[in-house]
């Protein structure tokens, strides 16, 4: 079993929809990532968190501690948040991040 | 500012073939890693460094060495390169502010396209 697992893998969207997309942990952590990958391919640091809630713009963060579980929302989605959403957690054996296999999200117009 | 530079983008190399992929970061970052992606898995750390002059392994490092001779640069070496090293390479910093490298949101590069034939 991955140590990261995230939900769905795909997932096609239209114009203006509520998007979740969720990562389940096996391991004790001290802080969760999420991170952007475009589809030329660059990484984008979104989110850190360790607790509660965080929010930029559009895009929301949750995490839960006791549950081993985070979730990121997109509210009213548009056809550029078409990437790649990829959950990390800081819970290696040396300290390092363990990454989840990401979640493609397509949004049509 | 550049952030972090990763040069080349894409590469062929032969089997046996040896090359650097070159890591630069402006940002004044102590700690530094070296990734790679394979199609369908999650990015996996080959090396990382967390000041001038200190290098780790990571959980993927055979057939890889580094360097760390400056806080800027992290060059990643491929001594004799195999096709399971087909792959694209991630560089990535982040700063040392608050504990744990991983507690730090990582700043990455581009991106190296790297195919053994």
């Known amino acids: 079993k991955n140590e990261v697992e995230q939900s769905p893998q795909n997932l096609t969207a239209q114009e203006g929809e509520f998007i979740t997309i969720n990562c389940s942990y096996s391991?004790?952590?001290?802080?969760l990532h999420w991170l952007q990958q475009h589809p030329g391919g660059g990484i984008v640091s979104l989110f850190m968190l360790s607790s509660g809630k965080k929010k930029h713009g559009r895009l929301i963060a949750t995490i839960n501690i006791q549950e081993k579980h985070s979730s990121l929302h997109i509210t009213a989605s548009h056809p550029r948040d078409s990437a790649v959403y990829i959950c990390?957690?800081?819970?290696?054996?040396?300290?390092?991040?363990?990454f989840g296999k990401g979640t493609k999200l397509s949004v049509k117009p | 500012n550049a952030g972090v530079t990763q040069t080349p983008k894409f590469r062929i190399l032969k089997i046996g073939q040896s090359m650097t992929l070159q890591c630069a970061q402006d940002m004044n970052h102590n700690y530094m890693y070296w990734y790679r992606q394979d199609p369908g898995m999650g990015l996996k750390l080959i090396y990382y460094s967390v000041g001038a002059g200190i290098t780790d392994k990571g959980e993927v490092p055979n057939g890889y060495n580094v360097s760390r001779s400056t806080t800027e640069d992290f060059p990643l070496r491929l001594e004799l390169a195999a096709p399971s090293q087909t792959s694209v390479y991630f560089c990535?910093?982040?700063?040392?502010?608050?504990?744990?490298?991983?507690?730090?949101?990582?700043?990455f590069g581009d991106g190296t396209r790297l195919s053994i034939l």
């Open positions: 990535a910093s982040s700063s040392t502010t608050g504990g744990g490298y991983s507690n730090q949101p990582q700043h």
């Open positions: 990390a957690v800081a819970g290696g054996s040396q300290g390092n991040l363990i």
């Open positions: 391991v004790g952590i001290s802080a």
